[in-house]
């Protein structure tokens, strides 16, 4: 389950812990990840009928560049030599 899903450029590629004014992807929405191979398991129908969840997709990255714009999706072009 993902909560506060926060999304910032980072234009020098580089992992970093936190980031100055993240905007937040999804808001105070819950995001349960349900992932499975070959067929949908019978009992994650059951999961989601059970707690009226919404079966959509949730785009954790796209949702966050279409929150905060195409341009902070480019990282600058390496040099190459």
Do not use: H
């Not at 910032?8 to 100055?20: E, G, I, T, Y």
């Not at 349960?32 to 969840?53: A, G, S």
């Not at 966050?64 to 030599?81: D, F, H, N, Q, V």
């Amino acid at each position: 389950m993902d909560r506060a899903v926060l999304t910032a450029p980072n234009r020098d590629a580089s992992l970093k812990v936190c980031s100055m004014a993240p905007c937040d992807v999804f808001g105070p929405t819950v995001v349960m990840e349900l992932k499975f191979t070959d067929r949908f398991p019978k009992w994650f129908n059951e999961l989601v009928q059970t707690f009226d969840c919404l079966w959509t997709s949730a785009v954790k990255y796209a949702g966050g560049i279409e929150l905060k714009g195409t341009r902070c999706a480019r990282l600058p072009m390496p040099e190459w030599t």
